[in-house]
């Protein structure tokens, strides 16, 4: 296979209501799609990193630069195909966001051109998967009640709410006793808090949460080992998990029983895959996050899914629950579930005048 270019467009959608999350509220999806140009065929990928780095260290314009000066020139004249990128791109450390959105790119390339849908390379055993919603900060706990009353009639499977100091115990109690004991209930902290607030995170305990997300930095795997000692409610990692390897890490230590795959964050589809892989030789259940992404981050993201080891409903929402208009056919829910593109590669491409309508900056990196 030949790469003789990635086009890279950097689109700006706006979201249907502000999301707030411990690191800042965004209002505006901004973030960059690439398709690669092969010899046998295109194909889509999209880079997760929001435009500032306060989720991870990746922001938009920092993916848009190693691309075009580092990651891209990497794969110029023949290689065998999306398992060969990872290695080609290995000798530049970090940019995992940057990395993962030119690999699917090029693996969307590969399996159109084999007539293989990423479901089935991937591994997945499911055609439809339970749809859990991530559910902002609010200003009042009304307005919180108001937005979970309306996820869960339109069929969510599984709710989480995003904690930071000051807004945890409450909310969680408010949702628990006005929609009941039934409801797959989780939070999300996004590193908010220390180790020092443990006794304080054990007062989530009665609530009977799924899980705990990421409550300490991403780095304190030592401390969420120490946390999970005090605190009852199973804790999950995501900023942490950065690649197999850390998995591994964690579970080893004791730093979490359960794992958010995104497949921005740990460089790729198959690094998901030998994290999801190394989940199930230890018991760890996964589920799929997300990064409100497009249709075309969705489409792979439900693939995921759709893997055995995926026995927690995932951050895979609907079209709606983001976008107004989404850049591809949108992703509708349907007994609170999505159906897994079964098209060849990720089964699914953007409407060139939706696309055309949010892109706001297109660079051609040629090889
Ligand atoms: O921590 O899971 C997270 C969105 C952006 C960045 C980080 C996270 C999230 C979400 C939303 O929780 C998940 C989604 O619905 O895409
Ligand atoms: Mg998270």
Redesign the pocket.
């Known amino acids: 296979m030949k790469l003789s270019g990635v086009e890279v467009r950097r689109i700006e959608m706006p979201l249907v209501a502000p999301?707030r999350?411990s690191f800042g509220t965004?209002t505006v999806r901004t973030l960059l799609l690439l398709r690669a140009v092969t010899d046998e065929a295109e194909g889509w990928g999209e880079c997760v990193a929001?435009p500032d780095p306060v989720?991870s260290s990746e922001y938009v314009d920092g993916c848009a630069d190693v691309l075009r000066r580092f990651l891209v020139p990497a794969l110029a004249g023949e290689f065998s195909g999306a398992t060969a990128v990872a290695p080609s791109l290995r000798k530049f450390r970090g940019h995992r966001m940057a990395k993962a959105a030119l690999e699917t790119a090029v693996l969307d390339a590969e399996l159109r051109a084999r007539g293989v849908p990423l479901s089935r390379e991937l591994g997945a055993t499911r055609d439809r998967v339970p749809c859990g919603?991530?559910v902002g900060i609010m200003d009042s706990i009304p307005e919180l009640l108001d937005a979970v009353d309306g996820y869960l009639a339109e069929g969510y499977v599984r709710i989480?709410l995003?904690i930071e100091p000051g807004w945890d115990v409450e909310p969680v109690r408010a949702v628990r006793e006005r929609f009941g004991d039934d409801v797959l209930l989780q939070v999300?902290a996004?590193t908010a808090y220390t180790l020092g607030d443990a006794r304080h995170l054990a007062k989530l305990d009665p609530f009977d949460l799924l899980l705990i997300?990421?409550p300490l930095d991403e780095e304190e795997l030592l401390a969420h080992a120490e946390l999970a000692k005090v605190v009852r409610t199973p804790i999950c990692l995501?900023?942490s998990i950065t690649s197999a390897q850390a998995a591994a890490d964690a579970i080893r230590l004791g730093a979490c029983q359960v794992i958010?795959i995104?497949p921005g964050r740990v460089g790729g589809y198959l690094e998901s895959r030998r994290i999801h892989d190394v989940c199930a030789a230890h018991g760890i259940a996964v589920w799929c996050?997300?990064?409100?992404?497009t249709g075309i981050g969705r489409a792979v993201n439900v693939a995921l899914a759709a893997l055995p080891g995926c026995t927690l409903p995932g951050?895979?929402?609907a079209s709606g629950?983001?976008y107004r208009t989404d850049i591809t056919t949108p992703f509708v829910l349907d007994d609170g579930h999505l159906t897994v593109p079964t098209g060849p590669g990720i089964g699914i491409a953007p409407d060139q005048d939706a696309l055309d309508e949010v892109t706001v900056k297109t660079e051609w990196i040629p090889l």
């Not at 996050?289 to 992404?293: A, D, K, P, Q």
């Open positions: 999301f999350t965004q929001m989720y919603v991530s989480k995003k999300d996004n997300e990421q995501d900023e958010n995104k996050g997300g990064m409100l992404e951050d895979t929402s629950r983001y």
